[in-house]
């Protein structure tokens, strides 16, 4: 059974500076995996989708890689904001369990200015 | 524009009052799937549907039943709600190729009181 892993629950970081937020999972038969934001209390937006053939993607100041051999994906943001506070998702759709999609438990984020 | 539509967006109820929450696709998606949100808890799959009349349960199915009588169209049924089912809930669907993500619904947040 695929297991999804965010660390740290929660991180604090001023304006302006870098975010690295880490997703392990268990099982490396990834058919693909997904970056959502999560404001307080509202639906999840996809921010990023990486396919199993695929290192990285990118969208504006956005970039997610995966290492299917490590289990690990990495979102990084750049020149963060405070717009850019919410709780951010890694998702992982396994190649034998298309249908479902197993979520970590989300990284808290908080840009001061 | 592509979307999945829940309704209602929000609703309170009494116990055992039974209840639906429709979901509706309109991007020809074969998968759909409901998952509840609760703090501490994350994001957990109640059902999925890999396509019309083919549905099979996921991690917390207990209270639930759901159907897939048309593609567009995956309603969730609490027959006799209790307010351990209060909660956040999310519909989403997907494509089955790999290069597309899930896209999840605005939420329902039920009460049970």
Redesign the interface.
Known sequence: KQEVTQIPAALSVPEGENLVLNCSFTDSAIYNLQWFRQDPGKGLTSLLLIQSSQREQTSGRLNASLDKSSGRSTLYIAASQPGDSATYLCAARSTDSWGKLQFGAGTQVVVTP | EAQVTQNPRYLITVTGKKLTVTCSQNMNHE?M?W?RQDPGL????IY???NVEVT?K?DVPEGYKVSRKEKRNFPLILESPSPNQTS?Y?C?S?T?S??????????T?LTVV
Request: proline residues 0%; hydrophobic residues 30%.
């Open positions: 998968y799937s998952y994350g994001l957990r799959q999925y549907s890999m099979d996921g956040l999310f989403a997907a089955g790999s290069a597309y993500g899930y896209t999840f619904g605005s939420g947040r």
